[in-house]
């Protein structure tokens, strides 16, 4: 007969083995949950196989792969959404869209292979993208943009709708101690400048000639100096300027052309506007109703388990687990 504390001993020792190795096979087995979406996870051994498709087998950092997995758990809300509101896709358009690739499915296959890729896993992007389509358009029917709002947005961004002056320029520079430089262009006119600055075009001596066309004070200035673009944006058209010396070069310049600062009309610029607010508002409506459908339908991302060895992550997704299999 076994004492008590034996029994007990005994007890202990077996549950300690079971529970051992239960945990020896969590950890070697249980695969973390990335996301929810409904009955339907995406676990890591899964994500590890589709992540170098969606990423298109090149390198990627810690904050792309973040990122692909968000967008695709979002993917995949969106998708639940369409289905439970009867939502698809356009069969015609997929068609059109396909037929790119090949009028014929042997044309297809081959030009499909030649991308590394196959028609049906193209099928199936094209029904992804095409199922959101739908649902975005659905979802965001009824926005509007009023002309009220058009005008407000016009009067408070005017700045937006200002072209610049912009300017046509031909500019010669050389070192300060390019002594015969300086003597050629001394005699230089309007009507000789533009050649002179083609011939005396040589890296190997330090000189740059050439000429910008309708340039913007900012963009002259990346290629000159500040100091240099706002002179040559105060000189007059067609009269050769120089030499200006800014730190250890000369500087020869002639404005060929200029074009004035132009102010858009609200009338210009109106269906721009109505576009971009309206992409605005429906992105907007879009975006508020899909947080909506998170809780509605049981989206959940877990992007820390990626990083959680698979016992902590089997514990911390138990409470889903539980839903997805029973």
């Keep these: 007969m076994m004492k008590t504390w034996q029994k007990w001993l005994v007890s202990c020792t077996l549950v300690v083995a079971v529970l051992g190795g239960a945990a020896y096979g969590i950890h070697a087995r249980y695969q973390p949950l990335l996301f929810v979406v409904g009955n339907e996870a995406m676990r890591q051994a899964e994500w590890t196989d589709l992540r170098p498709e969606l990423l298109a087998g090149i390198p990627y950092t810690r904050s792309d792969d973040l990122q692909t997995l968000e967008r695709r758990s979002m993917e995949e809300l969106i998708l639940s959404a369409a289905k439970k509101n009867g939502v698809t896709y356009d069969e015609k358009i997929l068609n059109q869209q396909l037929s790119q690739f090949g009028s014929t499915p042997d044309e297809r296959a081959q030009k499909l292979a030649e991308m590394n890729t196959t028609e049906a896993k193209v099928r199936v992007n094209y029904e992804r993208s095409l199922t959101a389509f739908a649902l975005k358009t659905m979802m965001t029917a009824d926005v509007k943009v009023s002309e009220d709002e058009i005008n407000t947005y016009y009067e408070q961004n005017k700045g937006l709708f200002l072209a610049p002056e912009f300017r046509s320029v031909y500019y010669l520079r050389g070192k300060v101690s390019d002594t015969e430089l300086v003597n050629t262009l ?48 105060q000189a007059p058209l067609n009269k050769v300027v120089g030499p200006f010396q800014d730190n250890d070069w000369n500087y020869w310049y002639m404005i060929s052309e200029i074009k004035e600062p132009h102010q858009f009309t609200l009338m210009e610029e109106r269906d721009k506007i109505q576009s971009s607010l309206l992409q605005e508002k429906q992105l907007a409506k879009y975006r508020a109703w899909l947080e909506t459908q998170k809780e509605i339908i049981g989206y959940h991302y877990f992007p820390e388990n990626l990083d959680r060895e698979p016992l902590r992550a089997f514990w911390h997704d138990l409470p889903q687990n539980f839903k997805i299999w029973f």
Excluded: M
Excluded at 215 to 232: F, I, K, M, N
């Design 186 to 233: 001394s005699g230089a006119t309007a009507t000789t400048f533009p050649d002179l600055v083609k011939s005396y075009n040589d890296e190997a001596k330090n000189r740059t000639g050439t000429w910008h066309e309708l340039d913007g004070l900012d963009h002259l200035t990346s290629h000159t100096s500040q100091r240099v673009a706002e002179v040559a944006f």
